[in-house]
């Protein structure tokens, strides 16, 4: 594996040498989401929203330069042993940020379109009948509609109406979703006290619990 000419700390010091790689901006949010399953670029630029597509091509260079990533044939980028051994560093930075910093959230934190995005890729319709399950999200303080379309277990996002019969549809205010999409409220909690809704049949919605799989970081 390749070293990395000191660029910050210019320090000689394991601490300061993983800060000069992984203390950038943006650095441990890309690590986060190769972390959890994504691979394509253009996926990894849809999740990071605020990070532009030459920043993070710069970011994916250096990984792979620093021997955490490589690039497959087909475009995407497969953590290497060394980026797979991240996990439990940064996983538990989220522990403590969860313990320590994690407050309410800020209104410029709530980003429907976002969270959306996230929670499609932790989705389990397998106990759904056929082959494709349609999910519909409703925000009662956001105009935007959005739909998830599973076809064969591969999700996608849809933000205008795709033409198929939605199974279930989830409403829900923006906060109250990505607190119970982050783990900070129950989802039993919420649909009891109004702050989350699973509107269609009986026999799917009382699936939801098990069909909405939370955030990697919710447990803890």
């Given at each position: 594996m390749s070293t990395i000419a000191p660029a910050g700390y210019g320090q000689y010091c394991p601490i300061s040498r993983a800060l000069d790689l992984l203390g950038e901006r943006w650095s441990?949010?890309?690590?986060?989401?190769?972390?959890?399953?994504t691979s394509r670029f253009n996926d990894l630029a849809r999740g990071l929203p605020g990070?532009?597509?030459?920043?993070l091509t710069r970011r994916l260079r250096r990984f792979e330069r620093a021997g955490l990533v490589s690039k497959t044939e087909d475009g995407r980028y497969i953590l290497t042993d060394a980026g797979y051994q991240l996990e439990p560093i940064l996983f538990g930075l989220g522990a403590w940020g969860a313990r320590w910093t994690f407050g309410e959230p800020e209104p410029a934190e709530l980003d429907a379109q976002l969270l959306v995005w996230w929670m499609h890729t932790r989705l389990?319709?397998?106990?759904?009948?056929g082959k494709r399950h349609v999910l519909g999200v409703r925000f009662t303080d956001d105009p935007h509609r959005y739909w998830i379309v599973v076809e064969s277990g591969v999700?996608?996002?849809?933000?205008s109406d795709p033409g198929y019969p939605v199974h279930v549809t989830i409403t829900s205010?923006?906060?109250?979703?990505?607190?119970?999409?982050?783990?900070r409220v129950p989802i039993h909690h919420a649909v009891r006290t109004g702050r989350l809704?699973?509107?269609?049949?009986?026999?799917?919605?009382r699936r939801m619990d098990s069909v909405l799989?939370?955030?990697?970081?919710?447990?803890?």
């Open positions: 441990l949010l890309i690590l986060r989401d190769l972390l959890t399953g990070l532009s597509r030459s920043l389990d319709t397998s106990s759904f009948p999700p996608s996002v849809c933000d205010d923006v906060s109250s979703l990505y607190q119970v999409w982050l783990g809704e699973f509107v269609g049949p009986s026999a799917l919605t799989r939370l955030s990697p970081v919710a447990a803890r």
